[in-house]
C-alpha cells in the first residue's frame, strides 16, 4: 500500500525545479464547439491542459521547491501529498460528480482527501482505480526525492554513480510495480541499440540523471493526467446513440482555455500559454471574418474590406522553422556543449534583431525594464510581455528514454500499465531523440487549431469582477487588464469594422415600433421589411443602413442611439396606458369575482344553517320522553355563524331540561334539593363525600332516632326559642363535641336557625349557651375526608369548632347537609357564603390563631380532640 510508506520530507534547493503541479486558475475564456465526430475538445487537447495545469506559477508543488511563505514543509505523510497532487484534478472530476448549486469546502487535507474520495466513486472510478492513483501519485513524490551522487574510485563502483538515498529506489519499485532493480538501473543508465542490433549501456552524469529523473516523473504525471481525461470522457460518453437517428451534429465540445498571463517573472510556462492564445486569437478573427463574410453574402451585402491587426508576424515569429523561437530552443537542447539560457537568448537577439515584435536588452540597451542576458520582451497582441530565459533548456528538454517507458509497460500494476503503450517496442530497436516540450505543445497547438477550424464554434468570455471573490464589487482596473489581454477589444474592431449591428425585420419592429406613426401599433403595409423602411424614413436614418433579405444592418452605434432616446420618451406614455388598461381589467375581474364569492358564501351560509337546524330538530324529536328528556342526546357541531345562537338553544334546553325535572318534585322536598345544590355547587370535586345519596332530615335532634332520650326537651327548648327569638325554620341540629380556646373538650348540642346559630348543652336542657346572629356568619371550613369536623366563622366572634357526632347510623356524614342549608340560605338572603376545604385549618380564637387537622385512629371508639398549644387534632376513628 502506498500510504505504508515512509514520510517524505521535501527539501528546498536554489534553482528552480522542472516539476510544478498547481491548482489551474479560474479559466478566462470558453470555447464550445458542435462536432460530427464522436471525439471531444476535452479529448483532443489533453497534452495542452496537462501542460497547463504543470506551467501554472501561481503555487508550486515538486521537488526541491516550496511555498512561497515556507521553506520547507517538514515530514508529512504520503496522504498528504497525494492530496495535494490530486487537487487539480479534483475540480475536473467535482464539476461532474456534485450536485448543482452544492459547494465543497476544500479547507484542510483530510476533508480534500475525503472529498477527491467520494467525486471518484461518484464518477465511476473502480476501489482498485483509486488505489493504483493514489500509489502512481506517492511514487511521483518519492522519485522527486532521489538524488545523485558521484562514487570514489575506491568504492563498489568505481568512477560511476549512485543513488544518495537507496530507499527511495525500494518505495518507488514498491509503488510502481516493478523490480528495484530494473528501477535502479534506469535511472542510473540508459539502453542505446546500434545499427547493427547491438546494445550499449550507457551510463549518467549527475545532471543526465537529474534530467532523466525529472522527464519521468512529468511524463508520468502527464500520463496519469490524460488516463483521468480519457476515463471521465469514457464515462461521460452516451451509451446507444445512434447517427442515423439521433442525427449526426450533437455533440458537443467544451474547450476551457486562459488569458494571457503576466507575472513580475514570466518563464517558459507563460510563453508558452501566451503562444497559445496568439495561436487562439488568429483563429478568432480569422472565424470571425469568415462568419461576418458569410452573413453578408448570405443577406445579400457587398462584402467589405475589413482591416485589423493582424498577429500572423507574432505567431510566425514564434514558430518559424529554424529561425523561431521554438526552433533555435530545439537547436540549442539538442546541440552537443555547455550551451545556456545566455547563449540561446544572443541567438535570438541575432536572428531577431529587426523584428518588430521582438526586443531584448542587448537591442535596446535605454530600456532598464530588462536585464542583460536575462530578458526578451515579445509585443503581443494584447500587450508586451518580458520572459525570463532563465531555465528555458532545462524545462524544455525532456530526457524520457526509451527504458522508462519499458520500464513501466512491464509494470503488474494494470492502470499504469495501459498508461505506456509505447513500452511495448523491442529494445533492440532504434529509437529517435524524444521531441522537447516545446515541440510537443507547438505540435498540439496545430493539432487543437485544426479540430476547431473544422467545427462550428462559440465561446463565452469570462471575466472576474475582483480577486477577492466578494459579490457586489467590481474592480475596473482588473476588469480592463482582463479585457486588454483577452483580445476582446479585437473582437470588438473587428465587428465594428462593417456593419456594428444587425437584427431581423421583425425584432427590430418589435422594439422600436412604437416610435412610428405608420407602425405603431400594428402596421398595415406589405411586409416588415417595408415597415421597417417607413420607420428609418420617418427619423431620417435611412442613410446609415443596409438592408438583408431577413435582417437590417446599421453601421453606426449611432442610430441606435437616437433610436433608443426616442424609444425612452415614448416608453412611459406606453407603459401608464398599459397600466391604466390592465389595472381597469384587474379591478373588474376582482369585482366579479368578489360578487360570486359573496352570493357562493350567502347560498352556502343558508345551506349550513337549514341542515343545522334540521338536524337539531331530527335529533331532539324524542327529547320529550321521561324520565332522561334527552340528556343522552349529542348536540351537532354548529357552524361559525351559529355557535352563539347554539350556545343560547343550549341553555334554553338546560332550563327546560330542568323544570320538566323540577315539576315532578314535591314541594316538601324542593327545601332539600335546593340545599344538596348549593352543597354541590361548594363542595364537588373538593370534598370525597358529602352525603348526597341521602335523604336529609336537618333537624337532628327533634328525630326520636338519633335523640331518643331528650328528643322532648329539645322541643321544649325550641319552643322558647321561637317565640323568644321569633326563628321561623330551624334549617340544621345535631350533637357536637366542641373544643373551645381554653381547650376544653365538651359534647354540646348546635342548633341552626333561620335568624342564629346557637350552642346548647344538652346535659342542662339544652339550655342555650351562645346565640351567633346568622348574618353575622361569613363562611366554614370543612376537609376533604370522610371526617365531620367543621369550623364556623363568624364576624365579631370566636371560631367555632365542632364535631358532628352521635348519629345513627354511627358516623354518618352530615358535613354536606350543613354546608348545603346555611349556603341555600345565604343565596336566598342574597348574600356570599364562604366555604373552604382544606386538610389543615386555620382558626381564631380570642386572637390566637391556631391550626386544626385531622388524624384517623382505627383504635378511637368516638371523636375527640387532642390540644396543644398551638395546634388541635381532631381523633377520627377510621374503621
Known amino acids: 500500500m502506498c500510504c505504508s510508506s515512509p514520510p517524505v520530507c521535501w527539501k528546498p534547493l536554489a534553482t528552480p525545479a522542472p516539476i510544478a503541479i498547481t491548482t489551474p486558475a479560474a479559466s478566462a475564456s470558453t470555447w464550445i464547439s458542435t462536432s460530427t465526430s464522436r471525439g471531444t475538445l476535452l479529448e483532443d487537447t489533453s497534452t495542452a491542459i496537462c501542460w497547463r495545469s504543470l506551467g501554472s506559477s501561481s503555487s508550486t508543488w515538486g521537488r526541491g521547491t516550496s511555498t512561497p511563505s515556507t521553506s520547507c514543509l517538514g515530514a508529512v505523510t504520503t496522504k498528504h501529498y497525494k492530496d495535494c497532487i490530486w487537487r487539480e484534478i479534483l475540480l475536473c472530476i467535482t464539476s461532474h460528480a456534485r450536485e448543482p448549486g ?42 522527486g526525492n532521489i538524488e545523485f551522487v558521484e562514487t570514489e574510485e575506491d568504492g563498489p563502483q568505481k568512477g560511476g554513480l549512485a543513488v544518495a538515498e537507496e530507499a527511495l529506489v525500494g518505495y518507488v519499485a514498491e509503488l510502481t510495480a516493478t523490480p528495484r532493480d530494473l528501477v535502479l538501473r534506469t535511472l542510473l543508465a540508459r539502453t542505446v541499440a546500434s545499427g547493427g542490433r547491438e546494445l550499449i549501456e550507457k551510463g549518467h552524469t549527475v545532471a543526465e540523471a537529474s534530467y532523466a529523473r525529472d522527464a519521468c516523473a512529468k511524463a508520468v504525471y502527464q500520463r496519469l493526467f490524460e488516463w483521468v481525461v480519457d476515463r471521465i470522457n469514457g464515462i461521460m460518453e452516451p451509451r446507444g446513440r445512434d447517427p442515423r437517428r439521433d442525427g449526426k451534429d450533437t455533440v458537443i465540445g467544451v474547450l476551457d482555455i486562459y488569458g494571457f498571463e503576466v507575472f513580475p517573472v514570466n518563464s517558459f510556462e507563460q510563453f508558452c500559454i501566451n503562444y497559445c492564445n496568439e495561436k487562439l486569437q488568429q483563429l478568432f478573427i480569422q472565424l470571425i471574418l469568415k462568419q461576418e463574410q458569410e452573413e453578408y453574402e448570405r443577406e445579400g451585402i457587398a462584402w467589405q474590406s475589413v482591416e485589423y491587426f493582424n498577429n500572423a508576424t507574432i505567431v510566425e515569429l514564434v514558430e518559424r522553422p529554424h529561425r ?29 534583431r529587426h523584428h518588430p515584435h521582438y526586443s531584448s536588452r542587448q537591442l535596446c540597451p535605454t530600456d532598464k525594464t530588462m536585464e542583460f542576458g536575462r530578458d526578451f520582451r515579445i509585443k503581443h497582441y494584447a500587450g508586451d510581455v518580458t520572459y525570463s530565459v532563465e531555465g528555458f533548456i532545462d524545462k524544455n528538454r525532456d530526457s524520457l528514454f526509451q527504458d522508462f517507458k519499458r520500464l513501466l509497460y512491464n509494470s503488474t500494476d494494470p492502470t499504469l500499465r495501459a498508461m505506456w503503450p509505447d513500452g511495448q517496442q523491442d529494445i533492440t530497436e532504434v529509437t529517435k531523440r524524444p521531441l522537447t516540450a516545446g515541440t510537443l505543445f507547438k505540435n498540439s497547438m496545430v493539432a487543437l487549431v485544426e479540430n476547431l477550424a473544422s467545427k462550428e464554434p462559440f465561446y463565452v468570455r469570462c471575466i472576474k469582477p475582483n480577486e477577492d471573490k466578494v459579490a457586489g464589487r467590481f474592480d475596473e482596473a482588473h476588469c480592463r487588464h482582463q479585457v486588454s489581454y483577452l483580445g476582446l477589444l479585437e473582437n470588438v474592431r473587428v465587428r465594428r469594422a462593417g456593419f456594428a449591428s444587425r437584427q431581423p425585420y421583425p425584432r427590430f419592429l418589435l422594439r422600436y415600433k412604437m416610435t412610428c406613426e405608420y407602425t405603431w401599433p400594428n402596421h398595415l403595409l406589405g411586409s416588415d421589411r417595408e415597415a421597417v423602411s417607413a420607420l428609418l424614413e420617418q427619423h431620417g436614418l435611412q442613410g446609415d443602413v443596409a438592408f438583408g433579405h431577413s ?21 412611459p406614455v406606453i407603459v401608464l396606458l398599459l397600466q391604466k388598461a390592465w389595472r381597469g381589467t384587474l379591478a373588474r375581474w376582482r369585482c366579479r369575482r368578489l360578487r360570486a364569492i359573496y352570493t357562493i358564501m350567502r347560498w352556502f351560509r343558508r345551506h349550513k344553517v337549514r341542515a343545522h337546524l334540521t338536524d337539531l330538530q331530527r335529533r331532539f324529536q324524542a327529547a320529550r320522553q321521561p324520565p332522561l328528556y334527552g340528556r343522552d342526546l349529542v348536540w351537532p357541531r354548529p357552524p361559525a355563524v351559529l355557535q352563539p345562537f ?76 321561637r317565640e323568644k327569638d321569633g326563628f321561623g325554620t330551624v334549617l340544621f341540629s345535631s350533637h357536637v363535641r366542641k373544643v373551645n380556646r381554653f381547650r376544653k373538650r365538651r359534647d354540646r348540642a348546635l342548633l341552626l336557625t333561620d335568624r342564629h346559630l346557637y350552642k346548647l348543652e344538652p346535659g342542662r336542657q339544652y339550655r342555650v349557651m351562645r346565640a351567633v346572629p346568622l348574618d353575622a356568619v361569613t363562611g366554614l371550613s370543612v376537609t376533604s ?20 357526632h352521635r348519629s345513627q347510623p354511627p358516623l354518618d356524614n352530615r358535613v354536606g347537609e350543613l354546608v348545603g342549608m346555611l349556603a341555600a340560605h345565604c343565596q336566598g338572603e342574597g348574600r356570599a357564603l364562604e366555604v373552604r376545604v382544606s386538610d389543615c385549618i386555620p382558626l381564631s380564637q380570642r386572637g390566637a390563631r391556631r391550626l386544626i387537622s385531622v388524624e384517623p385512629r382505627p383504635e378511637q371508639p368516638e371523636p375527640d380532640f387532642r390540644c396543644n398549644r398551638s395546634a388541635f387534632t381532631l381523633l377520627w376513628p377510621s374503621h
Open 785 to 804: 375526608g370522610r371526617d365531620q369536623l367543621v369550623v364556623l366563622h363568624a364576624r365579631g366572634y370566636d371560631d367555632l369548632v365542632v364535631c358532628l
Open 646 to 721: 347554539q350556545d343560547t338553544c343550549h341553555a334554553l334546553f338546560s332550563r327546560w331540561r330542568a323544570r320538566q325535572l323540577v315539576k315532578n318534585i314535591p314541594p316538601s322536598d324542593m327545601t332539600q334539593i335546593k340545599a344538596k345544590v348549593a352543597a354541590m355547587g361548594a363542595l364537588q370535586g373538593l370534598r370525597q363525600d358529602w352525603g348526597c345519596q341521602r335523604a336529609w332530615a336537618r333537624d337532628y335532634l327533634s328525630s326520636g332516632t338519633d335523640n331518643p332520650t331528650a328528643s322532648h326537651l329539645f322541643a321544649e327548648q325550641l319552643k322558647a326559642l
Open 324 to 352: 523561431g523561437i521554438l526552433a533555435v530552443l530545439d537547436e540549442a537542447c539538442s546541440t552537443a556543449g555547455p550551451i545556456t539560457d545566455r547563449i540561446f537568448l544572443q541567438t535570438l537577439d541575432t536572428h531577431h
Open 551 to 571: 435582417k437590417l444592418f446599421v453601421r453606426s452605434p449611432r442610430t441606435l442611439v437616437t433610436l433608443e432616446q426616442s424609444r425612452a420618451r415614448l416608453i
Open 102 to 143: 452544492s459547494t465543497w469546502a476544500l479547507d484542510s487535507d483530510e476533508k480534500n482527501h475525503q472529498a477527491v474520495t467520494e467525486a471518484m466513486r461518484v464518477i465511476g472510478f473502480s476501489p482498485e482505480e483509486v488505489e493504483s492513483i493514489h500509489r502512481i501519485l506517492a511514487a511521483i513524490l518519492h522519485l
